[in-house]
């Protein structure tokens, strides 16, 4: 379980996270909803080290992980997907899945990308392409696909529907509660807040900075909800 408490961060003098607390479990899907400006990136990008951290902790297992170097975030079972599907454009579709096995040795990586074009059969039909040459939903799965080679615990997603048509969206979410029957966690950042909420286990409604709600899909009806803007809602 990761476990994040009385999180305060931000970028240098800016102040974005006002005392979080929230946590996901390895086998349930989480899912963060609010305004834009809530703080719902950050909290992804402070379990990656990758913003200042000016108090709080982050666990993993119970074990502390709090700052801990960005790469020895995956050692501790955790992948991260930032928005925008980056890819690398020039590669094939095999070399960018590649990218995220190069701790692992020879056999486990040919094993682990044997098991990624499994779970998406569409990657392994164009393994050879230039990863630029496919749709923005195809694109979506090669980043997935990538973050999954070293067997994580848990995914964290961060707007993963972006810029994708109904379809593609319906079969990310589908893909992760897919995931979540062999163990995979997710830790989602999503506007579309109807939509994701279908999938969700735990939801928890960020403003400000701070949770100021959290529950099942119950909580889309409440008053909370009802005054900020989330799409899909």
Same mark, same amino acid.
């Given at each position: 379980?990761?476990?994040?408490?009385?999180?305060?961060?931000?970028?240098?003098?800016?102040?974005?996270?006002?005392? @979080?607390?929230?946590? #996901?479990?390895?086998?349930?899907?989480?899912?963060?909803?609010?305004?834009?400006? #809530?703080?719902?990136?950050?909290?992804? $990008?402070?379990?990656?080290?990758?913003?200042?951290?000016?108090?709080?902790?982050?666990?993993?297992?119970?074990?502390? %992980?709090?700052?801990?170097?960005?790469?020895?975030?995956?050692?501790?079972?955790? !992948?991260?997907?930032?928005?925008?599907?980056?890819?690398?454009?020039?590669?094939?579709?095999?070399?960018?899945?590649?990218?995220? =096995?190069?701790?692992?040795?020879?056999?486990?990586?040919?094993?682990? @990308?044997?098991? @990624?074009?499994? &779970?998406?059969?569409?990657? #392994?039909?164009?393994?050879?392409?230039?990863?630029?040459?496919?749709? *923005?939903g195809q694109q979506q799965m090669v980043v997935?696909?990538? #973050?999954?080679?070293?067997?994580?615990?848990?995914?964290?997603?961060?707007?993963?529907?972006?810029?994708?048509?109904?379809?593609?969206?319906?079969?990310?979410? &589908?893909?992760? @509660?897919?995931?979540? $029957?062999?163990?995979?966690?997710?830790?989602?950042?999503?506007?579309?807040? $109807?939509?994701?909420?279908?999938?969700?286990?735990?939801?928890?409604?960020?403003?400000?900075?701070?949770?100021?709600?959290? =529950? *099942?899909?119950?909580?889309? !009806?409440?008053?909370? %909800?009802?005054?900020?803007?989330?799409?899909?809602?």
């Amino acid at each position: 379980m990761l476990q994040i408490t009385n999180l305060h961060a931000g970028y240098e003098q800016l102040q974005i996270l006002f005392g @979080v607390n929230c946590e #996901a479990k390895f086998n349930e899907i989480t899912l963060l909803i609010g305004p834009n400006g #809530a703080g719902k990136s950050t909290v992804l $990008k402070s379990i990656f080290n990758l913003v200042d951290i000016y108090d709080g902790q982050i666990r993993v297992d119970r074990r502390e %992980i709090t700052k801990i170097p960005t790469y020895e975030c995956i050692q501790h079972g955790l !992948a991260y997907v930032p928005q925008g599907r980056p890819i690398f454009p020039n590669l094939n579709v095999r070399e960018n899945i590649e990218l995220g =096995g190069l701790l692992l040795g020879r056999s486990l990586l040919h094993e682990r @990308v044997e098991y @990624v074009f499994h &779970e998406f059969p569409v990657l #392994a039909l164009k393994a050879k392409k230039p990863a630029r040459s496919l749709s *923005g939903g195809q694109q979506q799965m090669v980043v997935l696909a990538r #973050a999954l080679m070293p067997s994580p615990k848990l995914l964290l997603l961060d707007e993963p529907s972006l810029g994708l048509s109904p379809v593609m969206m319906q079969g990310i979410f &589908e893909k992760l @509660v897919e995931l979540k $029957k062999q163990g995979i966690g997710t830790l989602l950042v999503e506007q579309n807040a $109807k939509a994701a909420s279908a999938i969700a286990d735990k939801i928890y409604l960020l403003e400000n900075g701070q949770v100021v709600l959290s =529950g *099942g899909r119950e909580i889309l !009806a409440h008053e909370k %909800i009802k005054r900020v803007h989330l799409g899909g809602v």
